[in-house]
């Protein structure tokens, strides 16, 4: 029996990217060939949590758009790329009966559902070995270890010591790089993919969303050189990101960062380019400082791990609701008490997304208000949004909920909000219609 060919993979989950992918730069440096694989897993995409799917319709799409971009791009290197459907323990299995694997090349991950998947191919493939980069963070790890023995609770306790000489790493040059391996034949073929693999019908963007954007590398640059370059919307960044209607009331960045469609290191190093060029001001530090949020919530889930999951979340602080299918099905259908409730819930609802000053509002209304089960809420929230975000997504709830960072337990007054942001009901009558 012929010797096995040995390879190496990279492994593409929320790093579907080109430029300043690390592991695409690392598994470049070496030797071998390798396969560039992405599995859509069909384990993750049929399970439920309290009714609500893992992936709604909205995030299934942008993610097979980001794929396929991603597919695009690296065809475009030569780089060989596996696309398929089904178990992800099974598809390495596979691999491994064709070729010899030495190595796995894939972005750091350390809550559990990624944990338990990484475990599964570990078993398969016991004498793998592995290469992990925290490409999904701003700030390395090792810059933030020396700033701070733990993770304090309070973000601005974070970025304080952080921006103290704020260290930001360079982007991994991988855009120029040229694939010259030896040629391997791959028996495996790539799965036709479609929007009716994961049982969702194909669909219309809403002429109403504020978030009309494809999935991809491609579509992300591109809003950034839009955003940044071309309209200048980043020196008002700070007077528009509170707002509820149209696509240029904020960045709209977070979908392509959950994907990894665009790294945080870049759009910081493109604030920098855009403030040398036209101006600093409070408003080019403001995306700077909610890039510092984002990895805030990151680094405060990799502190506490499984517990930005539970009832009581990272404080062991009581949590106590009233159980209510009724109030749950009406905030989810925006049919509550509260019209401006009703408006965000509807848009979320008819889009997939929801603006920040809105997912506040709600998350508020659903603890507080209703008090029912926050991680209900966070249940929601993931099947719905584009842009879901574990880290992000557990780390609002739970500080809405007064069982994560914000330790002072605060309740939005909805009527009061809807007065300050939506005095002249423009988003109101775009949804409740």
């Known amino acids: ?154 973000f601005t306790t974070f970025r304080q010591k952080v921006e103290k000489n704020l260290t930001i790493r360079n982007e991994f040059g991988t855009e120029n790089l040229v694939y010259n391996k030896s040629f391997f034949d791959l028996k495996l073929k790539n799965n036709d993919v479609t929007l009716s693999s994961f049982g969702f019908d194909d669909f219309e963007v809403n002429k109403s969303s504020a978030f009309p954007f494809s999935g991809g590398e491609t579509g992300g640059l591109q809003r950034l050189k839009s955003y940044f370059f071309e309209t200048k919307n980043l020196s008002i960044y700070k007077e528009t ?14 979908a392509w960062l959950a994907l990894g469609n665009l790294s945080a290191v870049s759009v910081y190093h493109e604030i920098k380019k855009y403030e040398a060029e036209f101006e600093s001001n ?61 408006a965000n819930m509807l848009e979320i609802r008819n889009t997939g997304w929801m ?27 993931e099947e719905m949004l584009i842009d879901y975000d574990v880290h992000s997504n557990y780390g609002n709830w739970m500080y809405l909920a007064g069982v994560g960072n914000d330790t002072r337990s605060r309740t939005f007054n909805a009527e009061k909000q809807a007065e300050q942001y939506d005095a002249d009901k423009k988003f109101r009558n775009l949804w409740l219609k």
Not at 290 to 301: G, Y
């Open 282 to 342: 409070e408003s080019t530090y403001w995306l700077i400082f909610e890039l510092l949020w984002r990895d805030f919530f990151k680094f405060t889930s990799m502190q506490f791990r499984d517990k930005i999951f539970y009832k009581n979340g990272i404080l062991d602080q009581q949590y106590n609701f009233r159980p209510d299918q009724n109030a749950i099905t009406d905030w989810v259908n925006g049919e509550t008490n509260s019209d401006f409730i009703n």
């Open 241 to 254: 990101r509170n707002g509820l209607v149209g696509e240029d009331y904020s960045s709209k960045f977070s």
């Open 355 to 381: 603006s920040n000053r809105g997912r506040q509002n709600v998350a508020s209304y659903f603890c507080k208000i209703l008090k029912q089960d926050w991680r209900i809420g966070a249940f929601y929230f």
């Open 1 to 154: 029996m012929p010797e096995k060919q040995k390879i190496n993979i990279l492994w593409f989950t929320r790093d579907l990217r080109i430029r300043d992918n690390e592991s695409l730069y690392r598994i470049m440096q070496e030797d071998l060939p390798f396969l560039a694989v992405y599995i859509f897993d069909e384990d993750f995409l049929n399970s439920k949590q309290y009714g609500f799917r893992k992936i709604g319709k909205f995030r299934a799409k942008f993610l097979l758009e980001s794929v396929l971009d991603l597919e695009k791009n690296l065809n475009h290197k030569k780089i060989p790329f596996l696309k398929k459907f089904g178990k992800t323990q099974d598809i390495f299995k596979q691999i491994s009966e064709e070729f010899d694997i030495q190595k796995i090349f894939c972005q750091k991950e350390w809550t559990k559902e990624e944990v338990d998947l990484e475990n599964q191919i570990e078993k398969v493939l016991p004498n793998v070995k592995w290469s992990k980069s925290y490409t999904q963070l701003l700030l390395t790890p090792d810059f933030v270890k020396q700033k701070l023995d733990k993770i304090p609770l309070l």
